[in-house]
């Protein structure tokens, strides 16, 4: 089973909001990951997290804020986000270097 | 800095047609190459490469790295509509682990 499972699908939020969204996976992986992506772009690296603790965060603004409350899930938390952070927004995880996504969540920013 | 380039960066063909696509690699450390097939939204993995010369196949598909050139083939054989998505090519950092540099990805349509 390479299940990673991604809520809420789709999200529309004003930009005074705060949502969240939730990644899990049941695989066991070591290392979660959140991805952005724009259309037509390839997935655009945000944070990775491994053994629950942040291990790389790619300069992303404070208003993305990552969570891994255990080892089976992450969450990114928004709060006050761009029209320009529309995206599609994609978890990961691995064990080696393949890594699998999840859904995605399709984020609209009003 | 890891560099990864496709091409062509997009292609039409029609059911039946063999496509092949590529992808070169400038990376630190290279470990191993993954492709992805993208269609409405989850990038799902087909190949893992790590060693040259040798074709991983699944069904249709099969790809091959040539490590002293650097670069890696997906040939999609007898093509189908369904095979229309944007395939990714992906090379872990050389530094950072966890870290994917995805190339610009190809287009592929296939028609009817």
């Known amino acids: 089973d390479t299940e990673v499972t991604q809520t809420p699908k789709h999200l529309v939020m004003g930009m005074t909001n705060k949502k969240s969204l939730k990644c899990e996976q049941h695989?066991?992986?070591?290392?979660m990951y959140w991805y952005k992506q724009k259309a037509k772009k390839p997935p655009e690296l945000m944070f990775v997290?491994?053994?629950?603790?942040?291990?790389i965060n790619e300069s992303v603004p404070s208003r993305f804020s990552p969570e891994c409350p255990n080892s089976s899930l992450l969450n990114l938390h928004l709060h006050a986000l761009q029209p320009e952070d529309s995206a599609l927004y994609l978890c990961?995880?691995?064990?080696?270097?393949?890594?699998?996504f999840g859904p995605g969540t399709r984020l609209l920013v009003l | 800095e890891d560099k990864v380039v496709q091409s062509p960066l997009s292609l039409v063909v029609h059911e039946g047609d063999t496509v092949t696509l590529n992808c070169s690699y400038e990376?630190?450390?290279?470990?191993?190459l993954l492709w992805y097939k993208q269609e409405k939204k989850a990038p799902t993995f087909l190949f893992m490469l790590?060693?040259?010369?040798i074709e991983k196949k699944s069904g249709r598909l099969s790809s091959i790295l040539d490590k002293k050139e650097l670069f890696s083939i997906l040939n999609i054989t007898a093509t189908q509509t369904g095979d229309s998505a944007v395939y990714l090519c992906?090379?872990?950092?050389?530094?950072?682990?966890?870290?994917?540099?995805f190339g610009q990805g190809t287009i592929l349509t296939v028609h009817p």
């Open positions: 990961a995880s691995s064990q080696t270097e393949t890594q699998y």
């Open positions: 992906a090379v872990p950092g050389g530094t950072s682990y966890g870290k994917l540099t």
């Open positions: 790590t060693s040259s010369g």
């Open positions: 997290y491994s053994y629950e603790k942040l291990s």
């Open positions: 695989m066991g992986h070591r290392a």
């Open positions: 990376v630190t450390n290279f470990r191993s």
